[in-house]
């Protein structure tokens, strides 16, 4: 029990209530936390803290403390998402699917979908097609038939080409095929963001590995220029992933072609609805000189 302090203390937590009346605890009063919050951040150190071939049992625990939560916790789509693919992970794709797509129907705003197209990826053998170009069958690939007047007629099946379009058996016309390997990175990644995020490290996530928001349409311009001084403007668009407003700190940082950061500006306080996209924006001077210089651009976004 000592290698696994955290697994120690779920199970403890989630199995103690089926001891009954008859466990006699009465000089040994315990107070056990009903905050979905705490609990889930002792299964996701347990997960974490666990080799994935043992995540079986945790995922079987941590599904009966979701169908406990209240379905207007914030961070239960965030949690559901996790548990799917953790079952993808260790073989489950059917029950995976489903709750990808229940929590999709029923909290639209969640990152389901875009987790959902991660792990199924275009299908290698159409490249997302869903049909492939085979030898034509009656034609045999010449393009060509025989014909009662001198010389040869296109082939009707190919109408000349040589190939027939048909549909691809390895995704069944879908276009996608499922990868458990893109599903496994994913939980993985998202077992150590969800950690990061408990130790307070709050970053914003590449798009493959959704997280509390995302930045987009990010860019610069310049506005007005004169022998002294050049104005330039910039933008870039927050989107928050969460259930609840989230106020940012948002940096727009500039870089010469050595990496160099010549400029920046700053805007602290930026506030975004739940589940809604904000543009932020903002202005700054810098000489002629050293806008000349600039190469690239960072947007550095801190949650609060």
Known sequence: MTKYPFYALLLFRLMLPALGAEADLAETPIALTTDPAIIFHDILLSLDETPVSEHAFILAQMEKQIKQT????????????????????????????????YVDKHYPSSNSEIIFEAVH??????????????????CKGSGTRPSISPGRKACASCRGAGRILKSCHTCKSSGKKYSQERAKELYGKLLAAYK?????????????????????????????????????SWKCDVVNNRHEDLTFDVEFVFYDAEGFDIGSDQDFGFQVKAGATSTC????????????QIESFKVKVTKR
């Open 70 to 101: 209240p379905r207007d916790w914030d961070q239960l789509p965030d949690m559901m998402n996790l548990y799917s693919l953790g079952q993808m992970t260790i073989g489950n794709k059917v029950k995976g699917e489903q709750i990808l797509k």
């Open 121 to 138: 990826p275009d299908c290698d053998k159409c490249s997302g097609k869903g049909t492939i170009k085979v030898l034509c069958p009656t």
């Open 196 to 232: 990061r995020a408990a130790e307070g490290e709050n970053e914003a996530s590449p798009v493959n590995a959704p997280g509390p928001f995302s930045v987009l349409n990010s860019g610069w311009r310049v506005v007005s220029s004169d022998a002294d001084l050049t104005e330039i």
């Open 281 to 292: 924006t903002g202005r700054t001077t810098l000489k002629p000189s050293v806008q000349q």
